[in-house]
T-cell receptor, first 115, second 115 residues
Framework: SQKIEQNSEALNIQEGKTATLTCNYT??????LQWYRQDPGRGPVFLLL?????KEKRKERLKVTFDTTLKQSLFHITASQPADSATYLC??????????????FGRGTQLTVWP | GAVVSQHPSRVICKSGTSVKIECRSL??????MFWYRQFPKKSLMLMAT?????????EQGVEKDKFLINHASLTLSTLTVTSAHPEDSSFYIC???????????FGEGSRLTVL
């Protein structure tokens, strides 16, 4: 079965630094990969989607890379702020018919940004 | 923006009772919705795909008689946890796929505690 690993359960960084989170997967060939933010007791909030034929995507202070050879995605938050503190989840999915939206999630990395 | 509402947000019940959780898309139609469960510090685990007007598709290892899913309209899917036991205590989250745009939106989750 597919396995999705986010290798840091927790990451603590100082405000202003760049946070880098990793997502590795095995036994799966996703058509796309998504990153979500989840706050305690809340549902996930969508951040970015990157397709298998894309190497990099950016949105404001966020950057995602996707290497299908390494089966890895990196998620960067530049100029991090305490408000960025949350759990970040990666999720893999396929396009096409009924499978669109069917996602497999990693465990998440809890990011803490301290002043 | 599009909103997915889950109700109730929290429920406490006695062992042996059945609990129904609703997932509504408030301003879009969703032919397909998805149900996940999440244990503390664990990933979201896909339980089933809910299809309007047809039977749900369950992931391997998920008991369909335990977790009844009904998707009777284009804006509502319900998950009923039958004869709940303490091990069913979890955070249940739904997502809904916009039938027109294909965008995916998550609900805020429902925390079930079985005593």
């Amino acid at each position: 079965s597919q396995k999705i690993e986010q290798n840091s359960e927790a990451l603590n960084i100082q405000e202003g630094k760049t946070a880098t989170l990793t997502c590795n997967y095995t036994n799966y060939s996703p058509a796309y990969l998504q990153w979500y933010r989840q706050d305690p007791g809340r549902g996930p909030v969508f951040l970015l989607l990157i397709r298998e034929n894309e190497k990099e995507k950016r949105k404001e202070r966020l950057k995602v890379t996707f290497d299908t050879t390494l089966k890895q995605s990196l998620f960067h938050i530049t100029a991090s702020q305490p408000a960025d503190s949350a759990t970040y989840l990666c999720a893999l999915g396929q396009f096409g018919g009924s499978t669109l939206g069917r996602l497999y999630f990693g465990r998440g990395t809890q990011l803490t940004v301290w002043p | 923006g599009a909103v997915v509402s889950q109700h109730p947000s929290r429920v406490i019940c006695k062992s042996g009772t059945s609990v129904k959780i609703e997932c509504r898309s408030l301003d879009f139609q969703a032919t397909t919705m998805f149900w996940y469960r999440q244990f503390p510090k664990k990933s979201l685990m896909l339980m089933a795909t809910s299809n309007e007007g047809s039977k749900a598709t369950y992931e391997q290892g998920v008991e369909k008689d335990k977790f009844l899913i009904n998707h009777a309209s284009l804006t509502l899917s319900t998950l009923t946890v039958t004869s709940a036991h303490p091990e069913d205590s979890s955070f249940y989250i739904c997502s809904a796929r916009d039938s027109i745009t294909g965008e995916l939106f998550f609900g805020e989750g429902s925390r079930l505690t079985v005593l």
